[in-house]
């Protein structure tokens, strides 16, 4: 055994929604400071994957489990995996007209930190971090008063999603096809904010269909999901071969690698 | 069904027969006159029925069944008891009546600016009647609407605010309205309001109608008539927080010269049984009308606003913006009737009406009602009815914040746009608090 701990161990999960089965046996080991990519054409489960993750309630589990640092994952609240530090980058940030960006991030983060036992921030260390975290993510202040993602375009609403992750410093983060739909400046800006949160202790699963993100995101592992599994692991250099061939190129590979 | 009717309006003869020996002799002519007449035609109207196309979503039932006495002058509330409905330090004026008669020992009632009146309808109407006469009863459609009529034929007191030509009133005036619940002897009050602001001047006005002690019946029939004349401006708010055992019924009537600009902010939150009209008319080339509405109700509560804007000139615009949040059983009503008459070409309209339903039970109807006579005109309505997004709940919830608070957020945001355009602050706040504390309960119901 490593010294590393396991940030995440998900075991022959198995799930659906509305009776569809989806996941068919998903295993999966991510440890602390590591970078995963989950690529996979359209259908092969990778939302699935991630709306369970955050624990999406329309979701059902039918088989095997999630172990989050040791802890039963499946058995928490959407609110209480965020508190233990659980960040979800959503493919399709949510629009919340009538909420300020900066009133629900700070609400947010005190519910984190009351969690944890850490004093709650006043207005005025909040905005200080809100600050530092702006600059760090290179995003103007404005987007910070404005309504959840109202209005906001789709770079903006990706960006957003970062610099909340940034201000809610999670163990694992998750990010759901973050780069779909992104012009290059907008995914490179995104990548970078992505990059400057690394660091030893903290997982990132990166889901994502195009390969594209990863040469900016550059992961640990590469993992391959079709029809509900993972068919095929492997380093960085997976991603390139799977941008060559196609993942037509896997779907026929599949029976040979049983 | 005759005997019915009787038995339904023979208090309020009595009660009429009452009113007419004890104020003929002190009242102007033309006063005893109009009662007279609105009696008529109140009793050529009698109270409506579901049958009626502009009630068919409320029934007034529970009301023509008790057999309410006309309210007397109430012994004061204490001033704990005051303290509860009012909003703290008020800015301005503030006028307080109970059970419909003035208080001059409740109100606060500094030094007035130069030429404005603003005080005892009663008063008034002794000291320069002539203001009044031309203008009171003279646009609520007192012919028509029941309630109105009945409204009317008790004039006595109530509020008169008159704003002279040019005067600018910078402290927002409040118009308090208290009833004294008492369900062994229930009580009816019919307050009456006129304001009436001169050419080029402005006025902000709230009216609010609470009881003491939060709960027990009455019924609340208010009349009051806002008349803007050439290039005034008047910012009018309406507070109902009644006892959750009462009835509210009122008509908000409003007159817009050329040129005027009023806006007007209806708030229901009391009452079990309300109704609200709120009829606009702009009778001059230029108004501009505001008609917005906030709606909040739980349990058994019945709200109905019924508004009615009348483009009568070419060159108006309005706007309305109406929105409920629905609790437990609770039911909501909207009717919005735009009228465009042949002459109002280029008028500009916008109607909205939101419904947020927090309960599997709460129910809302709401009808748009379009009348369009010119052809050059714009007039957009939209009506929305639905619960708190499934999605934005997740969203919050998957940053940490629990199910309930999200819920709360959510809710408190749908009211955020009618919240926070209230330029009254102590208005906003207590409103703010008003919406938590009925979320707080929500939550301890669930």
Avoid at chain 1, 54 to 74: H, M, N
Avoid at chain 2, 429 to 445: I, K, P, T, Y
């Amino acid at each position: 055994m490593e010294k590393r701990t396991y940030m995440l161990e998900i075991r022959n999960l198995h799930a659906g929604i509305g009776g569809k089965k989806i996941l068919q046996g998903i295993n999966l080991e991510v440890k602390a400071g590591e970078v995963h990519a989950i690529m996979g054409p359209n259908g092969s489960g990778k939302s699935t994957l991630s709306q369970v993750l955050a624990g999406r309630e329309s979701y059902e589990v039918t088989q095997g489990e999630i172990l989050y640092q040791g802890q039963d994952l499946l058995e928490m609240a959407p609110e209480d995996r965020a508190r233990e530090g659980i960040f979800m980058a959503f493919q399709y940030p949510v629009e919340i007209p009538g909420v300020n960006n900066t009133y629900f991030l700070k609400a947010a983060l005190n519910a984190i930190r009351k969690h944890r036992n850490q004093p709650e921030l006043d207005a005025m260390d909040f905005l200080k971090l809100v600050r530092a975290k702006l600059k760090l993510m290179e995003m103007d202040e404005s987007l910070i008063n404005r309504s959840v993602n109202e209005g906001f375009s789709g770079g903006e609403k990706k960006r957003n999603e970062i610099f909340q992750m940034a201000v809610l410093d999670p163990k694992l983060a998750i990010l759901d096809e973050t780069d779909s739909g992104l012009d290059i400046d907008a995914l490179k800006s995104v990548a970078k904010g992505v990059n400057t949160l690394r660091n030893p202790e903290r997982s990132i699963i990166v889901i994502t269909h195009y390969q594209r993100l990863l040469n900016y995101i550059v992961p640990d592992f590469v993992h391959v999901l079709s029809g509900g599994k993972i068919v095929r692991s492997g380093g960085k250099e997976l991603a390139l071969d799977l941008e060559a061939k196609g993942y037509g190129w896997l779907e026929e590979a599949v029976p040979a690698a049983r | 069904m005759m005997i019915e009717t009787i038995q339904e309006t023979e208090n309020y003869i009595s009660a009429f027969a009452g009113l007419e020996k004890s104020r003929a002799a002190y009242d102007p002519a033309w006063l005893n006159q109009l009662r007279r007449s609105a009696l008529d035609d109140f009793l050529r109207l009698g109270f409506p029925n579901t049958h009626d196309e502009e009630w068919r979503f409320t029934s007034v039932a529970p009301i023509t069944k008790v057999p309410f006495n006309l309210a007397g002058p109430g012994k004061d509330p204490s001033s704990a008891e005051l303290k509860s409905v009012t909003f703290g330090r008020w800015p301005g004026i503030q006028l307080v009546f109970v059970n419909g008669v003035y208080s001059a020992a409740l109100s606060s009632n500094p030094k007035q600016a130069d030429g404005l009146f603003a005080g005892s309808l009663a008063q008034a109407l002794q000291r320069q009647p002539y203001l009044i006469e031309p203008h009171l009863a003279r646009y609520a459609n007192v012919s028509a609407e029941p309630f109105a009529a009945l409204n009317t034929a008790f004039i006595a007191d109530g509020a008169f605010v008159y704003v002279p030509k040019g005067l600018v009133i910078e402290e927002p005036i409040h118009l308090l309205f208290l009833s004294l619940g008492e369900n062994s002897n229930p009580k009816v009050t019919h307050p009456r309001a006129l304001v009436l602001a001169e050419a080029n001047s402005q006025v902000q006005i709230l009216e609010s109608y609470a009881s003491c002690g939060g709960r027990g019946l009455y019924f609340t029939n208010a009349v009051t008539e806002v008349v803007a004349e050439e290039n005034a401006f008047v910012d009018h708010y309406k507070l109902q927080q009644e006892s959750l055992d009462a009835f509210h019924i009122s008509t908000v009537q409003i007159q817009l010269g050329r040129n005027a600009n009023i806006s007007t902010q209806l708030i229901s939150l009391g009452a079990s049984l309300a109704r609200n009209h709120v009829n606009a008319v702009l009778d001059g080339e230029g108004g501009e009308a505001t008609l917005n509405g906030f709606y909040l109700v739980n349990g058994r509560q019945h709200v109905d606003n019924h508004t009615s804007i009348d483009h009568a000139r070419p060159h108006c615009n309005s706007h309305e913006l109406y929105k409920g949040i629905l609790d437990g059983k609770a039911r909501g009503v909207f009717n919005g009737r735009i009228i465009v008459r042949p002459d109002a070409q280029k008028t500009d309209s916008k109607q909205t009406n939101k419904n947020l339903i927090l309960s599997e039970e709460a129910l809302v109807n709401t009808n748009p009602q379009l009348e369009i006579y010119a052809d050059d005109v714009k007039c957009t309505h939209g009506a929305t009815i639905g619960q708190l997004d499934a999605d934005a709940i997740f969203y919050l919830r998957s940053r940490g914040i629990d199910l309930e608070s999200a819920r709360h957020l959510l809710t408190y945001a749908f009211a955020g746009d009618f919240i926070h355009r209230l330029k009254i602050e102590p208005l906003r706040v207590a409103l703010e608090a008003s919406l938590f504390a009925r979320l707080a309960e929500g939550q301890e119901d669930r």
